[in-house]
Structures are given as C-alpha cells and as structure tokens.
T-cell receptor, first 112, second 116 residues
C-alpha cells in the first residue's frame, strides 16, 4: 500500500534554531499536507501543497512539494517553545481515494 | 475558517457500556467524514469513512458492529463504541473534507476515551 516515510522521528533543538523534516514515498501524490498536533488535540493544517515544485510559506514555516511528486519537506525557522508538538505529513490516497495517508510523525522538542 | 467540533473531549465509562462521540461541521456541509484512532506516540489510524445518507466504509480489521457510525445529516456524524472494553481506550479523532477545495481536511479536537 501507499506509505509516507517521515523523518526524523524526533528532534531536540534549542530555541532559535531552524528545523527541517521531510516525507518521501515510492508513490506519486498530487497533494501534500503538513499538520501539527499538540498533546490531546486534533491535527491542525499548517500548509497545503497542490503543485509539483511549489514552495509555500506560512509565517516561519516553509514547505515544498518535490518536483518528482514523491516527496515534500517542511522547514521551521527561528524555532520558539510553542513549536513543540508532533508534525505529520499527509497526502490523499491515489486512485480517487479521499482517504489521507499519514506519515508516522516528527516529534519536535524545543529547549528554551 | 471551516471548523469541526467534536464532543466530548474526554469520557470515562465502565466496561460493557456504550459511548457516543459526536462530530459536527459548524460552518460547512460535510458529505464525507472520517474517524481515526490514535494510540500513544503513534500516527493516526483510519477506522472508517462516514458518508451522509449511506453506510460507513470500514477499514480492514475494524469491527463495524463494535464501532457504529451514523452520518444522518450533512453536519453530524457519530461514532458509538459499543460494549466498551479497556482495550478500546484510545484517542479518537474525526475529520471532514471542506468543500470546495479538493483536499482541505479539517480535524476535530479529539476524544480521549478511558474504559475502566
């Protein structure tokens, strides 16, 4: 089945540092989504990418849709303590499926 | 923006009882909603796809008689965990597609179910 390989699994950084995480797949996707989940909450959409090669920013967050359509990355610049959480990549399944395929998540810890 | 409201946020029930979780789209109509289960430190696992006016589609391995889904209106889907057991304790999250964007999925805030 379709899988999203997300890395790294966890990151421990100092406040102010930049962060990069990515998702890869052997399958081609037409949309890539990045979500953040805080403890005890549902995921919140950060950035949606709809076109290969697209580079989109949302404040300190930047995400890119890989040109091969098999990967995407998310960067966070100048991290702050409230960036702590789990970040998931996701993509709608192929073949017209409405179901989202999720990566396993990247747990981010920011030390003040 | 599109909001999905999920209730309750936390529930504790006794073994053998049933629990209903509601998922409402507040400012849009959702013909399709999704129910997920999430174990600690793991990703979201899709349980079923809820379709307004028709039967839900369950993922392989999910017991449809145990996890009853009803999507009676364009703004409400419910998940009922029947005859709950401690192993059903988990974090349940609903999601809905937001029209007219092709893949705008918004999530509820989740329900922490504890079966004692």
């Amino acid at each position: 089945g379709q899988q999203l390989n997300q890395s790294p699994q966890s990151m421990f950084i100092q406040e102010g540092e930049d962060v990069s995480m990515n998702c890869t797949s052997s399958s081609i996707f037409n949309t890539w989504l990045w979500y953040k989940q805080d403890p005890g909450e549902g995921p919140v959409l950060l950035i949606a990418l709809y076109k290969a090669g697209e580079l989109t920013s949302n404040g300190r967050l930047t995400a890119q849709f890989g040109i091969t359509r098999k990967d995407s990355f998310l960067n966070i610049s100048a991290s702050i303590p409230s960036d702590v959480g789990i970040y998931f990549c996701a993509a709608p399944g192929q073949g017209g499926s409405e179901k989202l395929v999720f990566g396993k998540g990247t747990k981010l810890t920011v030390n003040p | 923006g599109a909001v999905v409201s999920q209730h309750p946020s936390r529930v504790i029930c006794k073994s053998g009882t049933s629990v209903k979780i509601e998922c409402r789209s507040l400012d849009f109509q959702a013909t399709t909603m999704f129910w997920y289960r999430q174990f600690p430190k793991q990703s979201l696992m899709l349980m079923a796809t809820s379709n307004e006016g028709s039967k839900a589609t369950y993922e392989q391995g999910v017991e449809k008689d145990k996890f009853l889904i009803n999507h009676a209106s364009l703004t409400l889907s419910t998940l009922t965990v029947t005859s709950a057991h401690p192993e059903d304790s988990s974090f349940y999250i609903c999601s809905a597609r937001v029209p007219p964007t092709n893949y705008g999925y918004t999530f509820g805030s989740g329900t922490r179910l504890t079966v004692v």
